[in-house]
């Protein structure tokens, strides 16, 4: 294991060394972070701060792109430098804007789930867009759905969400014939609506619960969930679908976009990011969040855990977007709808002041990963349902992505770079 030094020196370097690494001179360091775009940590008993080493590669990365290096594509995958042109979604200090129109405005608004899904596929936003038509599920899909739940599918919830939009799609014929029928939102909805069925993996009946008739995606939820279906929990569901519909390129949207320049249909791309999704490092990253947050723990608890992650160089769950160095806006709105909710628990109090300690004493922000852990907790929801809510939400940016991939006529594949093993 490393000790606290051994942490730092890794994930953190000197003045010097980050002068060094960047090539300016420590006044231009100082207004890299003055900016933002580069964090820095205090170093107990000492003036001297130290730098985190993956901002100063980004930013490093960022200079040599303007001088027209075209080596840096390599580190462009790694919070980068741009690697394609999208028009679905733009990162704004105010969060995404989804065609030209803020997701935090969406939610203000109260245009449904439905309506933003089908803005981010066709450009434009129809407030008094219905429910989808629901679809009956197929008798192969029923015996499907029965065998996940004796296959403990609460437990892989994103791994069973791809199998499951994979029989969907081999249902509606071959690759060749699904690609010609052009039925591409036709599946999109169908595949949304499974998932939320899906959904009743992690709700109290550990099963697959069918949406009915005319209702919503949300309202399908709250029955899938198990969940009161007042207001407030509309709401919620419905903010932390449309904040999560799209962002950047993490690793479920660029594969998508790679499966479908090599032709693939949509389902074996939504599939393909549900399982680019379903790693340690993404949608398992609501489990690190929740299990440091762990239950019942007070203030101080929290603030001295924090503390001593942050003291060792290491990251604090759900904290800090490299995005977002002003903070995560979409974090913020819900964090501050949790926190308007009708009696708040003693558990959710006690997050709340952590948090404002974390942001006055450490200056650290939390990101959505937080935001959404804290949300599904005050829903009464388990653990599990944090990343399915996410993929669900997220299922809709990936759509608009493989159309906009298609469109773009292009075939991703990156060159490779050889590099001789070093001798032994």
Known sequence: MDTPDKALRRDYASAAEAMEILKVRQQTLYAYVSRGWIRSVAQPGQKDKLYLRDDLTRVGMRSLARSGHGAVAASAMNWGEPIFPTSITEITEQGPRYRGHLAADLVRSGASFEAVAELLWTGELNTRAKAWTVRRPSAELVRLTGTLTSLQARDNVLESFALVVLLLGMRRGSVAERLSQGKTLPAAREIMQTVVACCGFVGAAHSYRPMQRGESVVTGLLHALAMPPTEENSEALRAMLILMADHELPPGTLGARVVASAGGTLHSCLASALCATSGVDIGRMYERVEDFLGHGRTTAVLV??????????????????????????????????????????????????????????AGLLPRQELALVVMARALGLPRQATAALFVLGRLAGWVAHVQEQRASGTLLRPRAKFVAPAAT
């Open 304 to 361: 001295k855990r924090a503390h001593k992650l942050h003291a060792q160089g290491q990251s604090v769950p759900g904290f800090d977007h490299p995005l977002y160095p002003k903070g995560d806006p979409r974090a913020a709105q819900l964090l501050a709808m949790v926190f308007a909710r009708q009696n708040p628990s003693r558990e959710l109090r006690a997050i709340s002041r952590f948090i404002d300690e974390m942001r006055a004493g």
